[in-house]
């Protein structure tokens, strides 16, 4: 038996806008992962675990469609390598809600060629490699990704993206966030939608919103280099207020961040938005408040994040 696995991913800002060819900031969480478990058997098959929020969120039918998906892109990946299809059995577990903007399917197609790498025995690849090879299938899957989710998850450090060139953030200082689900699937064509219609449309407006998310973006990633809590709130509340105006956030996105910025702390919503995760970046001392507040409110898998000092040459 072999296996491999990748965590979650969260966006810090810049989601939407980093299709667009804006800047994004993005980081690891390893409170949220996925494993693909290789073993031989007498016929093909893939089998998924879900977690047991799952079947509260999809229907019985909809969780054998993921089943099947996650069987197509081993399939794919075999494809893709050159490799046949014979007696292999593949276990998926994953605990990363699906659709909520945590990088679920960059980290499953990652823990998929990973594992299949490592059970055909063929030479370790690097990150990079992974990254690359992740990024076209998902591509294959789900149409063009901006590939930030790819990297991210291929790599687990925080970074700042753009255009598929990204640069490894050297954190100064620990700095805690914690996430939560909103419910529902997201809706991210909403953003994606309006977005391509100032684009098209009101291609002044378009050009401000991708500005201001811009300066969200490169003062996230600033306020981590030099350790400033204060500044990666401004970041978090400036990104959350464009994406907000491109129809991206929802009612209960809307309180789980009124709810933060009523305790001292900054949030927004992560990922396509349109339902599913917020992050709140908070001191240490406001996390069990703050994630006390939040279930009261009916924010879900709420985890606890940190980014600790990194130094490198």
């Not at 699906?98 to 025995?121: D, T, W």
Request: proline fraction near 4%.
């Amino acid at each position: 038996m072999v296996s491999a696995s990748a965590h979650a991913k969260f966006i810090l800002c810049g989601e939407h806008f980093v299709v667009h060819g804006g800047h994004c900031v993005a980081m690891p969480a390893s409170c949220f992962s996925v494993r693909a478990i290789y073993e031989p058997s007498e016929t093909f098959g893939v089998r998924c675990i879900f977690p047991p929020h799952a079947a509260a969120e999809f229907s019985q039918d909809e969780l054998l469609g993921l089943e099947a998906q996650a069987s197509d892109l081993v399939l794919r990946t075999m494809h893709m390598l050159g490799d046949s299809v014979d007696r292999l059995a593949c276990t998926i577990q994953s605990d990363i809600p699906v659709g909520q903007g945590a990088g679920s399917s960059s980290a499953l197609c990652h823990a998929i060629i990973e594992g299949l790498l490592r059970y055909r025995k063929w030479p370790e690849s690097n990150a990079h490699y992974l990254e690359w090879l992740s990024r076209a299938l998902e591509n294959g899957w789900h149409g063009p990704v901006s590939g930030v989710d790819n990297a991210v998850v291929a790599h687990r450090v925080p970074m700042i993206f753009k255009d598929c060139i990204w640069r490894r953030l050297n954190v100064a200082a620990p700095f805690h966030f914690l996430v939560g689900s909103t419910g529902g699937r997201q809706e991210g064509k909403r953003g994606f939608v309006e977005l391509r219609r100032l684009k098209k449309h009101e291609p002044s407006v378009y050009r401000r919103f991708m500005l201001a998310s811009d300066d969200a973006a490169l003062m996230a990633a600033s306020a981590l280099e030099a350790g400033d809590f204060n500044r990666l709130g401004d970041a978090f509340l400036l990104s959350q207020s464009v994406l907000a105006r491109i129809h991206a956030s929802t009612p209960k996105i809307d309180d789980a961040v009124r709810v933060a910025f009523e305790l001292g702390a900054a949030a927004k919503l992560t990922g396509a938005g349109g339902g599913g995760f917020v992050i709140a970046t908070a001191r240490w001392g406001q996390l069990e408040t703050l994630q006390k507040a939040w279930e009261s409110i009916g924010v879900q898998s709420v985890r606890r994040l940190t980014l600790e000092p990194s130094h490198f040459g």
